[in-house]
């Protein structure tokens, strides 16, 4: 997952992971933030069952501010499925089940896309 995974914190760093990566997930998080470290192995094990052509990326929502603010992200994690340039899907909080119907729904998505 590791060479799969970008971690930006301009608007800039993110159009461009926009304009080349077709697929990914936007994971806005922060270093205090206990439910998305407790959250974290239950997405990497989701994450990791995606096809390769997903990548990982991820805002620190401290130093990407500018990208938090213009996401409008009120609480972390949240995770926002983004596909061929659009954001397809939302989920803002922790809960293991509602992070598995997300994983769900981004296959089902990507499926139909292809």
Known sequence: ????????????????????LPYFILKFTATWCTPCKRIQPVFNELFNTLPPEYAYVVVDIDTGKSIANMFRIKSVPTFIHMAKGQGEELIV??????LKRFFINV????????
């Open 1 to 20: 997952m590791e060479d799969r995974t970008y971690y930006v914190n301009t608007k800039e760093d993110l159009k461009l992971c926009m304009k080349s």
């Open 93 to 98: 909080g922790s809960n293991e089940d509602q």
């Open 107 to 114: 296959r089902k998505t990507y499926d139909s896309q292809k």
